[in-house]
């Protein structure tokens, strides 16, 4: 394997790990900042109402994006899978 492919493989693995972890992410960010400035609007401090509604938007968003997530986690997979037949020649 030359160095430009491991470099390449390496590149794949983290954007298709930023695009699979991204809506998630972002989802828990925007609705963790908008239940915090609910709760002190309201003072209410109370933990489990802010992870609950995370945990709620971030399961709505998995449920949106879902699909689109597994093909493309399936079509990474077999492009590297299929790329094995290359780094071994």
């Known amino acids: 394997m030359t160095v430009e492919g491991a470099l390449e493989l390496l590149q794949n693995a983290m954007l298709i790990a930023a695009e699979l972890a991204g809506p998630a992410i972002l989802t828990a960010l925007l ?15 109370e933990a ?9 938007a971030v399961c709505v968003a998995f ?4 699909s689109h997530m597994m093909s493309r986690s399936v079509d990474y997979t077999r ?3 299929g790329g094995i037949a290359d ?3």
């Open 31 to 45: 609705v963790g900042v908008f239940a915090g400035v609910m709760q002190t609007v309201t003072q209410v401090n």
């Open 79 to 81: 492009r590297t899978i």
């Open 63 to 66: 449920a949106a994006v879902g």
């Open 87 to 89: 780094v071994v020649r």
């Open 48 to 56: 489990s109402v802010s992870f609950v509604l995370k945990l709620i």
